[in-house]
């Protein structure tokens, strides 16, 4: 108890700098015998004991940029665009720390029955850096880059579901779908979809609706922003000044953080997060279980993969918590063999965790009438540990009685010769921005990734349902379902979601794990400020 | 030896032409192409053809070659596949940089090694060469990221002297540029020292055993004037070729470095464009690379034969 009070304390104070999620501050306020509705308050007042204060320059150090970096959204994919972009536009839509939707630049919105047409505000009163008023037009332009014939946009698969869209005043998009989707403002809020002035191509000299303006890009080094000093978002784009350095290495960061070089650093080390967490000056901000999903993939079509037997023992085969433990530092939650993470609305909270069962695995092996060693391909191409895992794996099955060969292969064009292609490799997947785009892209029959082959009629008739189901009770039921099949049936072995692991001078505020993305959702520079 | 110094211009012109066709010829078989590597694991076939015909990589190999071929003798390097930004306009700041690193490594390197390996040689066996052989010898054993992150622990870290980041910015003034650059310089003047100091030890000492020599000793001359007019500039083609040979190093080989320091040199640049397969760019920083060997060796052949006496005027 007196732990538990000694953690509330602490809790509390990292409440007041934003640092703890709502959901994680009333699970341990609750501990301690607090009432919901107290541990509520609690958090709310705790919260707003800071206001945020203007003025300073925000020094970022981030892994995940490269020399040939663009802030053309088309071509972003990884951290340091992200960030950058976040700065400079706005997207349509964003997502509070739980994840849901709300309106950013499409203020509000509506669906009729069937959620195939949608009606969209567009935010009023908002300007660009050049001066521009935002209109509908803004909005239909920024989508139309990521459509059409030529266009190379990662986004132009998600958008594919838009059959008409026009503005029917200047304040109001109206979209509708080739068929319904109940998430679809989910969709627009993917961070491609960034929006700029209509006709617009000049992407070295970015004009956006964004609090800060982009002073210097030097690709692959660094970037820096300068406060834009009006912002439609209050209490946001507080620092005068940000620089985004690009830091690849993960010992670089770490001792630019420690040195005071830089105030935030993303993706640190595992191994030695530990020893930051004890040093007053830094602030470690850890979002449990919303990163990378780590699994071994089986073609289920393929010779052997197609017995749901094998599969099971796999499944069971596999020592999730010993894989953890040994080659994450405990930072990382362990995969109930699908890929939806549990910050998701519609995790399924009532199915019990697969834990390692070297008997099962065996009684299942033995059941599928199978012999001989099952060959697993990993690289470090697919993912910097697989190797380590692929090896943790193979001793957990070697306890069961059965051989495992790990077949180590090359990191280069590994997407393009072995996923989708070998009969069992190493795979992760990452966050999809909704349920049913996890479900349609990793399993659904009509995807060209779902790479385990799994192509199953009932349950693209379940997640077609559930994607235009209104009625939040029946749409939570239909997704556990679809949870319930893939573990049981999918050849999917996901054995682990990691952590995100930021860390932060203590003088920043503002910086709170995210449902969606490390660093704040990757705005930091816009959400935080300096104590 | 102006037909010398003509013949190896011409040399190198042609080593370099064959270094880009080798060049392509290996990105060409490397799998995957910069579509898929721009795009990711999440590219469907449509965007990717749709990004291949907007690259112009429909086209067959030797005709790309061939038009990079006729625009690079222009002077025109294109412009990177995956930004679309200009590469000599990239390449220049970073090519700056790295010369910057490498003649502020050179600095302090090549004098204190040819310093230490006289003074080694002079003292053979005494406390000064083991010494001298031990510290660097040591320092060349143990991998580059290791010195680095040791002298990063060591002054950073635990006494601030020095920034752990050494990343710099056009803006940036000389002195501010010497002070955040100091730790990966020295950490480079760790790594290039024993090769010289060796190589220049070796050489001294073989000089000093021949006849010559001892003949300087028996007319009386100091020491000091022996070694610096009889022996060092007979001792010097060598030391010569080891310097350029290690200076050629501290110009191409110095990636890790640039990693852990964050310096934004062109090694990191080529790093990325092969990992995107981004042809010109890699195509730019192989003709750098390329041409910082063929111009340090030339330049030690010519300066070999402008030391030595007995090359400079042959019978």
């Known amino acids: ?531 | 030896m102006l037909r010398l110094i003509i013949t190896r211009v011409f040399l190198g012109c042609l080593t370099l032409l064959v270094v880009t066709l080798l060049i392509f010829v290996a990105t060409e078989i490397l799998p995957g192409d910069v579509a898929s590597a721009v795009l990711g694991q999440g590219a469907t076939p449509d965007t990717l053809a749709a990004f291949r015909i907007e690259l112009g990589l429909d086209r067959p190999a030797y005709v790309r070659y061939l038009e990079w071929l006729t625009n690079a003798l222009q002077g025109d390097l294109g412009v990177a596949m995956t930004n679309k930004r200009d590469v000599i306009e990239t390449l220049t700041p970073r090519l700056s940089n790295t010369l910057f690193l490498a003649g502020y490594a050179a600095a302090i390197a090549v004098p204190m090694a040819i310093v230490l390996g006289v003074l080694s040689a002079i003292n053979e066996g005494k406390f000064i060469d083991r010494a001298a052989n031990v510290l660097t010898l040591g320092a060349i054993s143990v991998p580059e990221f290791f010195i680095a992150y040791i002298l990063i622990l060591v002054f950073a870290t635990n006494l601030g002297w020095f920034p752990s980041l050494s990343t710099v910015y056009a803006d940036m003034g000389l002195w501010d540029k010497i002070y955040v650059v100091a730790l990966p310089a020295v950490t480079l003047t760790l790594l290039v020292m024993a090769h010289m100091l060796r190589m220049t030890r070796a050489s001294v000492l073989a000089i000093m055993s021949q006849p010559y020599i001892e003949m300087a000793f028996l007319k009386g001359l100091p020491r000091r004037r022996v070694i610096l007019r009889h022996a060092l500039p007979n001792a010097a083609a060598p030391i010569i070729s080891v310097v350029a040979l290690n200076l050629a190093y501290l110009i191409v080989g110095v990636v890790v470095i640039e990693v852990v320091f964050v310096y934004p040199g062109v090694g990191q640049y080529m790093v990325d464009g092969v990992t995107k397969r981004d042809l010109p760019v890699i195509q730019a920083c192989a003709l750098v690379f390329g041409g910082a060997f063929v111009l340090l060796n030339t330049l030690a052949d010519v300066l070999a034969i402008l030391v030595n006496p007995r090359l400079r005027h042959p019978r």
């Open chain 1, 1 to 531: 108890m007196e732990d538990f009070a000694k953690k509330l304390r602490e809790a509390e104070r990292l409440a007041a700098r934003s640092s703890v999620s709502r959901r994680d501050f009333m699970q341990l306020a609750m501990m301690t015998g607090l009432s919901a509705a107290a541990a509520g308050a609690m958090f709310s007042k705790a919260e707003a004991a800071e206001t945020p204060k203007k003025g300073g320059t925000f020094r970022m150090g981030m892994e995940g940029g490269s020399a040939t970096d663009s802030l053309d959204p088309r071509t972003y994919a990884d951290s340091v665009m992200i960030a950058a972009s976040l700065a400079v536009y706005n997207c349509m839509v964003e997502f509070d720390s739980a994840g849901n939707p709300t309106g950013e630049l499409l203020e509000s919105w509506e669906a009729k029955p069937g959620a195939v047409e949608w009606i969209f505000n567009v935010r009023q009163g908002v300007t660009f850096s050049n001066g521009k008023t935002l209109d509908a037009d803004d909005i239909l332009y920024s989508i139309a880059i990521h459509r059409g014939e030529e266009t190379s946009s990662p986004a132009k698969g998600i958008l594919a579901q838009i059959a008409d869209i026009k503005a029917v005043s200047p304040s109001q998009v109206a979209i509708t779908l080739s068929s319904g989707n109940a998430d679809f403002p989910v969709i627009l809020g993917d961070y491609h979809l960034v929006v700029v002035p209509n006709g617009f191509t000049d992407w070295q000299k970015p004009i956006g609706t964004g609090g800060y303006v982009l002073e210097s890009f030097e690709p692959g080094v660094r970037l820096v922003f300068q406060n834009r000093g009006e912002y439609w978002k209050e209490g946001r784009a507080n620092f005068d000044t940000v620089e985004l350095l690009n830091i690849q290495d993960v010992a670089a960061r770490t001792a630019a953080l420690q040195s005071g070089q830089i105030d935030a650093a993303n993706r640190l080390d595992a191994r030695t997060v530990d020893l930051m967490m004890s040093n007053p000056d830094l602030n470690i901000v850890r979002t449990k279980g919303t990163g990378n999903r780590f699994c071994f993939v089986s073609r289920v079509t393929q010779p052997g993969f197609d017995n749901k037997d094998l599969r099971l023992a796999l499944k069971y085969g596999i020592d999730r918590e010993k894989i953890i433990d040994s080659v994450y530092s405990g930072y990382a939650v362990p995969g109930n063999d699908h890929t939806l993470d549990s910050f998701n609305p519609y995790y399924n909270t009532e199915m019990p965790q697969r834990a390692y069962d070297p008997d099962k695995a065996a009684f299942h092996f033995k059941k599928s009438g199978l012999s001989g060693p099952i060959t697993l391909k990993t690289s470090e191409g697919a993912w910097g540990s697989a190797v380590d895992c692929a090896q943790l794996y193979q001793e957990s099955m070697a306890k069961a009685g059965i051989t495992l060969n790990v077949e180590k292969v090359s990191a280069d064009g590994y997407w393009d010769n072995v996923w989708l292609k070998e009969p069992f490799c190493a795979v992760y997947w990452g966050r999809r921005l909704s349920a049913d785009q996890t479900f349609t892209q990793t399993y659904g029959s009509g995807s060209d990734w779902n790479d385990s082959d799994w192509r199953v009629p009932e349950f693209d008739k379940l997640v077609e349902a559930a994607r235009v189901e209104l009625d939040e009770a029946k749409r939570k039921e239909m997704y556990f379902a679809c949870q319930q099949m893939i573990a049981e049936d999918g050849g999917m072995v996901c054995f682990a979601i990691t952590d995100y692991l930021d860390g932060f001078s203590s003088k920043v505020m503002g910086a709170a794990p995210h449902a969606r993305y490390d660093m704040n959702d990757n705005r930091i520079a816009e959400k935080g400020w300096f104590a």
